[in-house]
């Protein structure tokens, strides 16, 4: 029996992309969630809404706003375990934003781990981003590699995994700081760019708007990153350590779109939006995570090639009720 199944799990950012595959993934393992959603007045829990109504009666829902100490307290009350993924994460809206990435990145960051310090939790997962490392200096990157904040967004990512990795080092608790690089699947925002490039096929686009597309990234498929949530959860050897989740491998933004057009609409043509570019020294060209120590140190393997991913994705996107959650004609920031 693993050490999590009798103990109560605190999801934040439930309601968001790997946050909801993660909470329903628990779920499916038979632990006990509680998801943690950001409160808004129509009773909105996002992606969780989408769950079928079985999962959803398991789930103890807490909505709320991680930027509010008080909120994130009577969240963790009875909670063991804390998977904190609550983010801004859009990395072009955090050039005009700053501030309120560095309210909720670094200062909820905080709250979670002053009310797991005051709760005595047993382990807290603090959600990291590849981000961080910036444009690779050498590949695989492993988790000595040096941060770069190369954004806004990566700074206050930076930030929130500088204030964990204090409180580990401080008062002993037992965070983990986890790094997915990145991750794809059903229920992504329009803002990444396999969903901009799907969606805007799927609604039979035949120029495909674009910003740069040389960059490489290291794409996991989300059912592989949450399995990794599980195993690195379920592993007391990366108490107070970085665990990256990745492929060990990179594939170049033209290279997915050109697989991803092959597949829906073979005379599409891809087309450069300025809109879409970030600023030169802001852009990360190249990501290829080193995945060694997470493999060495739980049972962890991937289990999706990235075509089987892909196609699992453009299938979701497929579905007309999924489709019209999604507006293929604006730019996402």
Known sequence: MNSLSQKKILVTGADGFIGS????????????????????????????????KETIQKIEIFMGDVRDPNGVREAMKDCQIVFHLAALIAIPFSYHSPDSYIDTNVKGTLNILQAARDFNVERILITSTSEVYGTAQYVPIDEKHPKQPQSPYSASKI????????????????ITIVRPFNTFGPRQSARAFIPTIITQLLNGKTTIQLGDTTPTRDLLFVQDTVRAFEAIANCPALIGQEVNIATNSEITIQAVAEKIIKI???????????????????????????NSKLKELTNWELTYTFDQGIQETIDWFASPDNLKNYKSDLYTL
Not at 23 to 50: H, I, P, R
């Open 21 to 52: 595959h993660l909470v329903e993934y628990l779920v499916q393992q038979g632990y006990q969630v509680k998801a943690f959603c950001f409160y808004n007045s129509f009773n909105s829990w996002g992606w969780l809404d989408s769950l079928d």
């Open 264 to 290: 829906i609409n073979p005379s599409a043509k891809i087309q450069l939006d300025e809109a879409r570019l970030r600023p030169e020294k802001s852009e990360v060209f190249r990501l290829f995570g080193d």
């Open 159 to 174: 930030g929130a995994d500088a204030i964990a990795d204090s409180f580990y080092r401080s008062f002993n608790l037992p």
